[in-house]
């Protein structure tokens, strides 16, 4: 190559020159890896952290006021009473808490959530089953050994036969006593004779009441015999108490169903009302 030339001072010469670096250079292999960052000495300390600002104490902030009203209205209310409770338990709310705390850790154990379950299961099953004998009117006391009410009555009511029993006679000496209850019982027991006589039903010592229902047809006849069921049921069964004008009540309800059965018209008796 031949010597450069210099132009204007040396201008021209410095511009091929700077020209001819960048080229030799971008050609280089290294050209376009960044230089390794310089490793710390390992005696070097850390910089310090940069200190917090100080506060502003220059600008002036509004005062702020409470509303007294306010507080007070709030103090007033039960959700900000905080008071401190009563340490001292009685016996009674010890012996309550001592039992909860017992439920609750039983239920929290395997074995307790098992028998929790199959016991809920259980009573829902008894009161199932109780409320269909209810409904089926069957003596459930009859199997643990007890005859209900008939040991309290001087007439024996659990072996009649409606056909050997002078039902007026006994009825009227029955109003006489003032036993009313039973009196009651000996009009249903005839108003069952006569349905029997008819042919409507067949009596047997052991049916239910439900049963005699079930064994009338639709109509007036088994309506009229459904009011004196309920309303024996109630004095019966219910110990509804009885006075001169309920008693009245509850006999016309019986004379209805012989009425329609010799085909007498009769007026629809009012009803009595169940005991609470």
């Known amino acids: 190559m031949g010597k450069l030339r210099l132009h204007r001072g040396g201008r021209w010469s410095r511009r091929t020159l700077l020209a001819l670096c960048l080229a030799g250079g971008a050609a280089s292999p290294g050209w376009a890896k960044p230089a390794p960052a310089a490793e710390k000495p390992a005696g070097e300390r850390p910089k310090p952290a940069a200190k917090p600002l100080p506060a502003d104490r220059t600008t002036r902030l509004p005062a702020r006021r409470y509303d007294a009203a306010r507080l007070r209205e709030l103090a007033s209310q039960r959700d900000f009473r905080y008071v401190e409770p009563d340490q001292s338990t009685s016996v009674w709310d010890a012996f309550w808490a001592r039992i909860w705390r017992w439920l609750g850790s039983m239920l929290r154990s395997p074995t307790g959530r098992v028998t929790w379950k199959y016991g809920v299961y259980a009573a829902i099953l008894v009161a ?3 409320a269909v004998l209810k409904l089926l009117e069957v003596d459930v006391t009859a199997a ?3 005859s209900g009410r008939r ?3 001087a ?3 659990g072996a009649e036969n409606i056909h050997e029993v002078d039902f007026r006679t006994r009825i009227a000496e029955a109003e006489a006593a003032g036993n009313f209850r039973l009196a009651i019982r000996l009009g249903y027991l005839e108003a069952l004779k006569h349905l029997t006589d ?3 039903i067949q009596w047997q010592p052991d049916k239910t ?3 005699y229902l079930l064994e009338l047809p639709a109509g007036p006849l088994r309506d009229a015999f459904r009011a004196a069921t309920r309303e024996f049921e109630y004095v019966w069964y219910g110990d509804l108490r009885l006075n001169a004008a309920l008693y009245q009540q509850a006999r ?3 004379r209805a ?3 329609l059965l010799a085909g007498r018209p009769t007026a629809a008796p009012a009803a009595i009302s169940q005991p609470a």
């Open 252 to 254: 016309a309800s019986q």
């Open 155 to 157: 007439y024996d009511t």
């Open 128 to 130: 199932l089953v109780y």
């Open 257 to 259: 169903v012989s009425s």
């Open 209 to 211: 009441n439900h049963a």
């Open 144 to 146: 643990f050994g007890r």
């Open 151 to 153: 040991g309290q009555l």
């Open 198 to 200: 008819g042919g409507f």
